[in-house]
């Protein structure tokens, strides 16, 4: 059993890359946060302001954020999949400082962005203590009043399906088809252990949920925005 959650993922984006599988719309429900009015106080001028994509895939997000505006930088578990994502960025006509980071080890200097964005990414720590540090490192990277947004696994996702309950808002993937099965993750319960968590280094914290089931499976997601202070 692997205890590294990233080991594979190069391999899968190399993959999705020679068969053109790569996800090629943004998530819907970050398009309305940035244009929507869900969020209050958000004042929605956007160009030239700096945004880091933590996790950013194969840059679906990040293409959305560069029609706002935004300048562009991400992670990404290694160099591979970076030059990958830049690759296919440069063919559109943006680009993005893209550098190999996790979260709890974002290679960027204090107060250096506006914005987080954090897309399915933060419940691949596996502990509580790691689950802070990537909070803090978060917040680190943003500047005084700038704004986080965030979706990570909630409790009837798909991905929970015959996994193993460790306790402390840990748990072990069970799904045979998933490349993922045996590693541990951190998932969040409930929206108050939500506001509980991020309120230790974020004002306004914000918490709201997505849930589909769509015919056969159940995508089950917390959305999380706050404010550095």
């Not at 984006?13 to 969020?39: C, I, Q």
């Not at 209050?40 to 933590?54: Q, S, T």
């Not at 690759?87 to 974002?106: E, S």
């Not at 979706?151 to 088809?177: A, C």
Request: charged share 25%; proline share 3%; net charge negative.
């Amino acid at each position: 059993m692997s205890n590294d959650p990233f080991g594979k993922w190069s391999e899968i984006h190399t993959k999705m890359a020679a068969n053109h599988d790569e996800l090629l719309w943004p998530s819907e429900t970050l398009v309305r946060l940035f244009k929507g009015s869900y969020v209050p106080g958000l004042r929605k001028e956007y160009a030239g302001k700096k945004v880091l994509d933590v996790g950013c895939g194969n840059g679906n997000n990040l293409v959305f954020m560069a029609s706002l505006g935004l300048t562009l930088a991400g992670t990404e578990v290694s160099q591979e999949i970076c030059e990958l994502v830049g690759g296919r960025l440069r063919q559109i006509g943006y680009h993005a400082d893209l550098r190999v980071g996790t979260n709890r080890h974002l290679p960027f200097e204090d107060n250096a962005f506006e914005f987080l964005v954090s897309w399915n990414v933060i419940h691949y720590e596996n502990s509580e203590s790691t689950m802070r540090a990537a909070i803090a490192e978060y917040h680190r990277v943003l500047q005084p009043g700038g704004r986080l947004f965030l979706s990570t696994t909630g409790p009837e996702h798909k991905i929970l399906q015959d996994g193993k309950t460790l306790g402390g808002h840990r748990y072990e993937i069970g799904r045979s088809d998933d490349f993922r099965k045996g590693q541990v993750f951190f998932y969040f319960d409930a929206p108050n252990y939500i506001k509980m968590y991020f309120g230790e280094k974020f004002d306004e914290v914000l918490v709201g949920r997505t849930h589909d089931h769509l015919l056969t499976e159940t995508l089950d997601w917390f959305i999380v925005s706050g404010v550095k202070g």
